[in-house]
């Protein structure tokens, strides 16, 4: 493989890369979800402390966390996460693009405004994996610090692309972290870890329109600043 072919691969597996909220029910090979992860513990990290932790559940093992998690959701009985993910208070510019992503959604999803009861539908979908057939539970070790969150997320980036590379597609989803003290049960996981989020990862569905859903991206003039005297 040439440097342009190279350059090429990686261009298309970070811009390919998306959150699929629709996937087909076919099985992800063993050896594949092996091969993702190894190249995705490639990331960086403070001292190689390496500090990312997942549960990979699939068949029954998913299955009863789903049902699980759907029962709660359903009840309205989620509790606290265990770390700060939204910010106190929304401000400008990130308020406005969160509004944009979530009304485009709810557009392709024909979810209208104030509609509480198709809403609550949709976002019980994340409970289920949006139907993937493989689900991780991302934890950290509580002792650790900040900067090894970065690591965390560094690694989970490299999960999402190299799941591109293998012709896979995920949903990074911090809506499990809402529902740790359930997570914590079903899988066992010690309180000396953070169940920080989950995320789905299979094939994705061509026919599900939440998957038509297309995020801009601000330019580069908006989030660099170029200095070079």
């Given at each position: 493989?040439?440097?342009?072919?190279?350059?090429?691969?990686?261009?298309?597996?970070?811009?390919?890369?998306?959150?699929?909220?629709?996937?087909?029910?076919?099985?992800?090979?063993?050896?594949?979800?092996?091969?993702?992860?190894?190249?995705?513990?490639?990331?960086?990290?403070?001292?190689?402390?390496?500090?990312?932790?997942?549960?990979?559940?699939?068949?029954?093992?998913?299955?009863?966390?789903?049902?699980a998690l759907?029962?709660?959701?359903?009840?309205?009985?989620?509790?606290?996460?265990?770390?700060?993910?939204?910010?106190s208070e929304w401000v400008s510019p990130y308020l406005e693009r969160r509004r944009e992503i979530g009304w485009a959604l709810y557009g392709l999803l024909g979810i209208a405004k104030g509609d509480r009861v198709a809403a609550h539908r949709q976002h019980a979908r994340n409970y289920d994996f949006f139907g993937a057939p493989v689900g991780l539970i991302v934890t950290i070790d509580r002792v650790l610090g900040r900067g090894s969150w970065l690591d965390l997320g560094m690694f989970l980036q490299n999960v999402m692309i190299a799941a591109r590379g293998a012709g896979l597609d995920t949903c990074p989803q911090a809506a499990f972290a809402f529902y740790a003290d359930i997570i914590r049960a079903e899988l066992a996981i010690p309180t000396s870890e953070v169940v920080v989020c989950g995320m789905a990862l299979g094939y994705a569905d061509p026919d599900e329109p939440a998957n038509r859903l297309e995020t801009p991206r601000a330019p580069v003039e908006a989030f660099a600043t170029f200095l070079s005297e």
């Open positions: 493989m040439t440097e342009a072919d190279v350059s090429a691969a990686v261009a298309a597996a970070i811009g390919g890369r998306r959150s699929v909220r629709g996937f087909v029910p076919r099985a992800v090979p063993e050896a594949t979800l092996r091969q993702v992860l190894a190249l995705a513990s490639r990331a960086p990290s403070m001292t190689n402390t390496q500090p990312w932790k997942l549960r990979v559940l699939t068949g029954a093992a998913r299955q009863r966390l789903v049902t759907q029962a709660a959701h359903a009840a309205g009985a989620h509790s606290q996460a265990e770390y700060d993910y939204y910010p």
